[in-house]
């Protein structure tokens, strides 16, 4: 007789407790979201680039078309996606690089395809460019045991794909190689590596950028590639933006506009195409990690387990 009675009680404890239970969750994934907006904003405030000695027009390599370095920007977007674990490093990494980078003074300040761009660096142990940061000593050690005298490694022929792979040389390394926009075709396939598509796709296939990604760029040569540094969220409204560290280009930083429709704006480079990006697979976001932490906290202190529970099941 009062069997049924118990049963009942259970049930409507079991309902009262899982919307408690929501509402914990929906507060933490709250919170959870906060915490990333705060921690992604200052991804979308790198440190401020300077270029000694340049002049502010150059000539864009393959059109001839005028082309402004653009400087790292300093400024806090609204919305900012943050960098995940690995992201974090590579962007570190190269930024130090970057910083080393500089033109041929025999240039004279004046940037030119091919001799006159972004390929040599501040070698340690050397004085020029004066108020320079030397580049990183530990990225050159990586060229030395997979590369030695590489021509695209060398100081003052410093190509892009040597530029990305020395930012994931310290964190996760890419073992394989092949021209720029041919690593789009090569990664494609490779275990432990992840694609997301921008102009490679139609707008239900993009994919949001993040810093640390390697951005591909497909043009009517071998394309290029660069490493993703901040990105500003666009809306429906407003447009975001891009920001990309390199080599063997007019200027080691580089910011375009990312459309709400997620691809990137490049009239300022003519004949390239943002083409998607490259990244390291990862483990679960910790929103949906601590999300699910909670959950299981609590389910282990409950009398009894609402979506398990035999009784509950046979009414």
């Known amino acids: 007789m009062h069997a049924p009675k118990t049963v009942l009680v259970a049930f409507l404890a079991g309902i009262a407790l899982l919307i408690f239970l929501a509402g914990f969750l929906l507060s933490g994934l709250s919170a959870a979201l906060a915490s990333m907006q705060v921690s992604g904003a200052g991804s979308c405030q790198p440190a401020s680039f300077t270029t000694p000695g340049l002049t502010a027009t150059t000539t864009h390599a393959l059109t001839g078309t005028a082309d402004t370095p653009t400087q790292q920007p300093t400024g806090t977007a609204p919305s900012c996606v943050p960098p995940n674990g690995s992201g974090k490093q590579v962007v570190a990494w190269a930024q ?3 910083a080393a980078l500089y033109v041929n003074p025999a240039c004279h300040g004046q940037i030119s395809y091919p001799n ?3 390929t040599w660096y501040k070698a340690p142990g050397t004085d020029y460019p004066p108020d320079t940061p030397d580049f990183p000593q530990a990225v ?3 060229v030395e045991q997979v590369c030695p005298g590489c021509f695209a490694w060398a100081n003052g022929t410093f190509q892009c794909v040597s530029f990305v ?4 040389s310290q964190v996760y390394p890419m073992t394989i190689t092949a021209n720029a926009f041919a690593l789009w075709a090569l990664y494609a396939t490779q275990p432990g590596w992840v694609e997301i598509p921008s102009g490679a796709s139609p707008p239900d296939q993009r994919g949001m950028p993040q810093p640390g990604d390697v951005i591909v760029f497909k ?3 071998i394309g290029h590639v660069a490493i993703v540094m901040s990105v500003a969220v666009p809306s429906q409204n407003a447009n975001g933006s891009i920001t990309f560290s390199n080599a063997n280009s007019v ?3 580089t910011t375009m506009t990312l459309l709400p429709d997620l691809t990137v704006d490049t009239s300022s480079w003519p004949g390239y195409t943002a083409w998607g990006y490259i990244r390291p697979r990862t483990a679960p976001t910790a929103l949906h990690s601590s999300a699910w932490h909670r959950l299981s906290l609590l389910l282990h202190f ?4 609402p979506f398990w529970n035999k009784e509950t099941t046979a009414l």
């Open 96 to 98: 130090a690089m970057a």
């Open 116 to 118: 006159c761009y972004y």
């Open 140 to 142: 050159i050690q990586y």
């Open 165 to 168: 792979r020395g930012a994931y």
């Open 219 to 221: 043009d009517a040569s």
């Open 251 to 253: 200027s080691p930083y």
């Open 302 to 305: 409950l009398p009894f387990n």
